[in-house]
Nanobody, 115 residues
Framework: QAQLVESGGGLVQPGGSLTLSCAAS????????MSWHRQAPGKERELVAS????????NYADSVKGRFTISRDNAKKTVYLQMNSLKPEDTAVYYC????????WGQGTQVTVSS
């Protein structure tokens, strides 16, 4: 059974950092492009960052460019999101996504940026 499990969320002060992890199981991780999305209360889910199946060129939302970094370790079947200089507007539930001929979603992890 295909599964994505996010971890690493929590409460952090503005300007702080967090690293999210997404562990994959039950499918051919190496064949899937991976991405992180987020959804804040009352807002639609939005793409934060994406990375192709074998790494290389990454893509970021304008709101996180220069602050967030997506990476993947195909040997560990894990994708990461390093988040620096966090702002209150980064507060959201962050979801991991795997995409090839189908889309697989994780359950999400809460990130709260507040003093």
């Amino acid at each position: 059974q295909a599964q994505l499990v996010e971890s690493g969320g929590g409460l952090v002060q503005p300007g702080g950092s967090l690293t999210l992890s997404c562990a994959a199981s039950g499918f051919a991780f190496n064949s899937y492009a991976m991405s992180w999305h987020r959804q804040a209360p009352g807002k639609e889910r939005e793409l934060v960052a994406s990375i192709p199946s074998f790494g290389g060129s990454t893509n970021y939302a304008d709101s996180v460019k220069g602050r967030f970094t997506i990476s993947r370790d195909n040997a560990k079947k894990t994708v990461y999101l390093q988040m620096n200089s966090l702002k209150p507007e980064d507060t959201a539930v962050y979801y991991c996504n795997a995409k090839w001929y189908r889309a697989i979603w994780g359950q999400g992890t809460q990130v709260t940026v507040s003093s």
